[in-house]
């Protein structure tokens, strides 16, 4: 059975930096497109970044571009997320999210999903 764990949250002030970071544990990580996504509250889940089965490409939403970098290591079956510069709208639980399949934006395209990381951004 696929685990999907996240670490790394925490708070932090205006400008300051985080990197989370995820194990997906229990099938064939390389086989997997993986993702972050963020749910702040009343709010839905919103895509955050991407990255393909090797690494080789990566997208961002608009508004975490040239702050945020998403990188994966397959020895390790881990991805993670640089946050740099970090805003108060940034605050949200974080989401890992895998799937063997389809756009990076859609949600409903993951097979696996971990249980969340806060990220509290104090201004």
């Known amino acids: 059975q696929v685990q999907v764990v996240e670490s790394g949250g925490g708070s932090v002030q205006a400008g300051g930096s985080l990197r989370l970071s995820c194990i997906v544990s229990?099938?064939?990580?390389?086989?997997?497109?993986t993702a972050w996504y963020r749910q702040a509250p009343g709010e839905n889940r919103t895509f955050v970044a991407g990255?393909?089965?090797?690494?080789?490409?990566?997208v961002y939403t608009k508004s975490v571009e040239g702050r945020f970098i998403i990188t994966r290591d397959n020895a390790k079956n881990s991805i993670y997320l640089q946050m740099n510069d970090l805003r108060p709208e940034d605050t949200a639980v974080y989401f890992c999210?895998?799937?063997?399949?389809?756009?990076?934006?859609?949600?409903?395209?993951?097979?696996?999903w971990g249980q969340g990381t806060q990220v509290t951004v104090s201004s």
């Open positions: 999210a895998a799937a063997r399949e389809g756009p990076y934006g859609d949600s409903g395209n993951y097979d696996y």
């Open positions: 990255i393909s089965r090797f690494g080789t490409y990566d």
């Open positions: 229990g099938g064939d990580f390389r086989t997997y497109r």
